[in-house]
């Protein structure tokens, strides 16, 4: 008796044995099921529905002692408040979930120290994985997970000197096209609101403005260009400061969601009229700007593509099992950006 339950009080819990013989099938059916691997859709409903009526639940820590795996994947990312930090999230949880395995979000608030303090605590914790959005430009916080063998994923920045798969946008066409929107209705006066310059999108977007510019033959000029750091208070900031210093600027490019929020406000504050006296795109969450008057016209990333790129890589690499495969055999994924037109550039 002992052997088969385990008391709880008066209660006593199933144990995948009485599943077995609640449903029919075999152990190795239950046990794959239990372990996040393929069953056929009947089976799958007959073990969802035996674990609902006997109360069955699994003992992760006896599981994970057994298979050395805890089903659990680390997210590490600098801001739980930014929109495509939290769409990503989402986006990559609904995927795992539905492979069994379950997510720990730490959110490092931008910081260094904070985020290697997660990526340790995450390491500790036993993970079987760790999917980053990188704020360490030179990979030191991710070294020693690194050499657990353990999968590493990277969201929308790559690193030098990291070995691993790495999930983007195409962040210089997205900005390429986003300039030359604004080209083609005659701005030569456009000025960016970039990211911050040790940041691989940021660098990926600005040279996508100058590339964009030195093709339709105008000299980019530093002075149109100023860094925030991906912040509403820094679009405030960077956009009084670039109306200030430029007060023939006709048009402006804002690299990132939040910074677009604070143009836009920073705009508002000014008393500036969009379009009739500047041109705006802007970056991601078309909800904004819908909501906005005029609506925007606004580079969008696909978020969902990219979270589910994310998923499938990280479940990929585990259930291969793979340690220290060759550099290379990752993966650099780069999805393609769209542009959603609105009523805030102006024809000159």
Do not use: W
């Not at 959005?133 to 990291?162: A, C, E, T, W, Y």
């Not at 925030?228 to 009084?240: A, P, Q």
């Not at 604070?262 to 970056?283: Q, T």
């Not at 990280?314 to 060759?326: G, T």
Request: with cysteine; glycine share 8%.
């Amino acid at each position: 008796m002992i052997n088969r339950y385990l008391k709880v009080g008066k209660a006593l819990a199933a144990t995948i044995k009485d599943i077995a013989k609640h449903t029919g099938l075999g152990l190795a059916t239950i046990s794959s099921y239990l372990n996040g691997g393929n069953v056929r859709e009947a089976n799958r409903e007959k073990i969802e529905t035996a674990i609902e009526e006997l109360n069955f639940e699994v003992n992760e820590v006896a599981r994970g002692l057994k298979t050395n795996k805890t089903k659990t994947i680390g997210v590490v990312i600098p801001e739980l408040n930014n929109i495509f930090c939290a769409e990503i999230i989402t986006g990559v949880e609904d995927v795992l979930r539905n492979h069994g395995y379950a997510t720990i979000v730490c959110d490092c608030r931008t910081d260094k120290e904070l985020e290697k303090e997660a990526v340790d605590f995450l390491y500790r914790k036993r993970v079987d994985g760790i999917i980053n959005m990188p704020v360490n430009v030179d990979g030191s916080h991710l070294k020693s997970f690194q050499k657990s063998g353990k999968p590493i994923v990277l969201i929308d920045r790559k690193i030098n000197g990291i070995d691993c798969d790495c999930v983007l946008a195409d962040n210089l066409t997205a900005a390429k096209n986003a300039v030359k929107r604004l080209v083609e209705n005659g701005h030569t006066k456009i000025g960016m609101i970039g990211g911050p310059e040790e940041i691989f999108t940021a660098q990926e977007r600005l040279l996508g403005y100058k590339t964009a510019l030195m093709e339709a033959g105008i000299v980019p000029e530093e002075k149109l260009v100023v860094q925030g750091d991906y912040t509403i208070d820094s679009g405030v900031r960077c956009l009084e400061n670039l109306v200030k210093q430029n007060p023939d600027m006709t048009a402006v490019f804002v690299a990132n969601y939040e910074m677009t929020m604070g143009a836009v406000i920073g705009i508002n504050e000014l008393g500036i009229r969009i379009p009739e006296d500047l041109s705006i795109i802007g970056f991601d969450n078309t909800e904004f700007a819908r909501a906005c008057k005029p609506k925007l016209t606004i580079v969008t990333q696909p978020m969902r593509e990219i979270a589910k790129n994310v998923a499938q890589i990280i479940l990929k690499r585990m259930e291969a099992d793979q340690r220290n495969p060759e550099a290379s055999d990752f993966q650099v994924i780069k999805l393609q950006t769209d542009i959603v037109e609105g009523n805030s550039v102006r024809r000159i």
